[in-house]
């Protein structure tokens, strides 16, 4: 397989899967480069957003500390702050 085919195989596979990282690992393809392609297309990646931050932010609607709705969830609190500060914005 030629270089140009293993990229086009890679960004065929990122429109699917929307995400560089598993696209490259699935193709065996280092994940800077995965990114220098995806970057020279003009396509994005998109972060998948973890399952757990809707179940947390409910959690601290319902009144339970940062620490506790994070232990709940199974999250650290460093990631718990980050959603919080995000949900105010």
């Given amino acids: 397989m030629s270089f140009t085919d293993k990229r086009e195989e890679f960004l065929a596979l990122l429109d699917v899967v929307k995400s560089v990282t598993p ?3 699935d193709l065996g393809i280092n994940r800077n480069t995965a990114y220098a392609w995806a970057r020279a297309a003009g396509v994005s990646s998109r972060r998948t957003e ?4 809707a179940e947390f932010l409910s959690l ?3 009144g ?9 969830v199974g999250i650290n609190i460093r990631t718990a702050r980050d959603w919080t500060v995000e949900s105010d914005d």
């Fill in 64 to 72: 339970l500390t940062r620490k506790a709705a994070a232990e709940r």
């Fill in 23 to 25: 696209a490259a690992r």
């Fill in 60 to 62: 601290r609607r319902e």
């Fill in 50 to 53: 973890d399952p757990r931050k």
